[in-house]
């Protein structure tokens, strides 16, 4: 992801719940594939504020893009269960998290908002 | 003016293709939701401009799609599908118990009467009811926790509830079928079933003649006379009388009777079509030739109609979903082909005329006849 400068050709989304100004927020950065971003109706990469008060793990990233993009739910991670679908994958720095367990927390980079959390559809099918 | 909507679902999105009433020439709108699977689009009996689209891939699982413009855009709604309680287990294809997954939503049937009341057949088996236009999804948990439901096993495709068939003139009469389960009849709204497939025989179960077990592949009715039923089953075209009590084979002179859709004529409740495939082993039309049949008897006695239809190397299927009629003074009949291709005749399928050439492969067919 060389090339990108945060907040550019970016969809900025803040959590309802997090729109306190009394709390610090940091943003972080989200590619999602091309089917979930035509489903979310974004153009470029998604900003996510959530706040810094707490190191950011794979699974409150996803949580804070579910609920500014409610119709991302069930599309990465299963109704009920939470669990990664199959044909999904996490990645960030170079980095496979898919398999991580979804309290990892994610790499620095991705917390500073110079690098992005990448969600990506499997290369599969025809 | 009138004039006719064919929605139609297909491997790589959805689309919608309208004329007037004369159906001589078309326009084709789409795809809506580009690079995902159709399996099903339908519009609401008493709102033609409500119409519910099922969205899915393997990837990124289930959407389902609302418009309010007659397919012109679209709206995400609800998409939980939470089997409702304990879900226990149904055969998998080694017979070992398995344990219910929501995979997809096959079938969308909009209500009778409401716009915002519609069904979902989904699979693992299963029907949901939405009565919020599609927001909020709740299991009417009676079908798949009926007592057979540990010996249901899944056909090549999975293990859908493709079919359900509202009964227009017994209140909370509706019926259901599962691949490879069968035929099922509430009363109740939903709330009850039992399976109805009393004269079914299929030779590739165990026990021919079970309860369960059988793998029906579409059923189809006509408004006026609920008790009717006509089936396209996995090898056999049958028929019941009592809704489900009894039924007998049809097949009669098919050149095959395996196949998958089945359509009623939208005025002559005992003219049926038919599109025979060669068999479970070869899912293509007999000889490369794509006929389909017509009983203007109620069965057993068909008619090959060609006219207009590929008769040489035409080896693509029509699925069970990928048929319908328009009910126009003179019935319209429609299918899509697994090739990209919709067919359709303004004459009841006397001659055909291809409306579409190249779409993706065609998972579904739906007809509205616009006022």
């Known amino acids: 992801m060389d090339s990108v400068v945060p907040g550019a050709h970016m969809d900025h989304a803040v959590p309802e719940a997090r729109m306190d100004h009394r709390v610090e927020l940091v943003t972080i950065r989200v590619v999602l594939p091309t089917h979930l971003r035509t489903l979310a109706g974004v153009n470029g990469e998604v900003a996510l504020d959530v706040p810094a008060s707490r190191a950011v793990t794979l699974r409150n990233a996803l949580d804070a893009l579910e609920a500014c993009y409610p119709v991302l739910r069930g599309t990465m991670r299963d109704f009920g269960t939470g669990r990664r679908r199959a044909f999904v994958r996490f990645f960030a720095c170079q980095q496979d998290l898919s398999h991580e367990p979804p309290d990892t927390v994610l790499p620095p980079a991705v917390q500073a908002g110079t690098e992005p959390l990448l969600v990506v559809g499997a290369v599969a099918g025809g | ?371």
């Open chain 2, 1 to 371: 003016m009138s004039g006719v909507r064919v929605l139609v679902g297909t491997r790589k999105g959805a689309f919608v293709l309208t004329s007037d009433g004369k159906r001589a020439s078309w326009e084709i709108a789409g795809p809506h939701f580009g690079g995902w699977e159709i399996y099903h689009v339908k519009g609401s009996p008493v709102d033609q401009d409500r119409l519910y689209a099922s969205q899915s891939t393997g990837w990124f699982g289930q959407k389902i799609q609302r418009s309010d413009d007659g397919g012109k855009t679209w709206e995400p709604v609800g998409s939980e599908f939470s089997y409702d309680g304990t879900t226990g287990t149904h055969q998998w294809y080694d017979g070992t118990p398995h344990p219910w997954e929501f995979a997809r939503v096959w079938h969308l049937e909009p209500s009778l009467d409401d716009p915002d009341t519609v069904y979902a057949g989904v699979e693992d088996a299963g029907l949901f009811k939405s009565a919020d236009g599609g927001a909020t999804w709740a299991e009417l948990a009676g079908l798949r926790t009926h007592k057979s439901g540990p010996e249901w096993a899944p056909g090549a495709g999975g293990m859908c509830l493709h079919t359900i068939v509202l009964d227009p003139a017994h209140e909370g009469r509706m019926f259901a079928a599962i691949s490879a389960a069968g035929a099922f009849r509430s009363d109740d709204s939903g709330a009850t079933w039992r399976p109805i497939n009393k004269g079914l025989r299929s030779e590739y179960v165990p026990e021919p003649d079970a309860d369960v077990g059988h793998c029906v592949h579409r059923i189809a009715m006509h408004p006026s006379r609920p008790e009717v039923l006509f089936m396209q089953k996995h090898w056999d075209v049958m028929r019941t009388d009592d809704a489900g009590e009894t039924w007998y084979e049809i097949s009669g002179d098919l050149p095959t009777d395996f196949g998958f859709p089945i359509a009623v004529h939208a005025h002559e409740p005992e003219t049926v079509y038919v599109v025979p495939i060669t068999s479970d082993s070869l899912h293509f039309p007999p000889d490369g030739k794509l006929r389909v049949y017509r009983s203007r008897t109620g069965g057993n006695e068909w008619q090959p109609l060609t006219a207009g239809l590929p008769q040489q190397d035409c080896y693509v299927n029509v699925l069970r979903d990928a048929m319908d009629v328009d009910s126009l003074e003179e019935c319209g009949l429609y299918f899509g082909t697994t090739g990209g291709q919709v067919y359709a005749s303004a004459d009841a399928g006397d001659t055909w005329t291809a409306i579409a050439g190249n779409l993706p492969s065609v998972l579904s067919v739906e007809v509205q006849t616009l006022a």
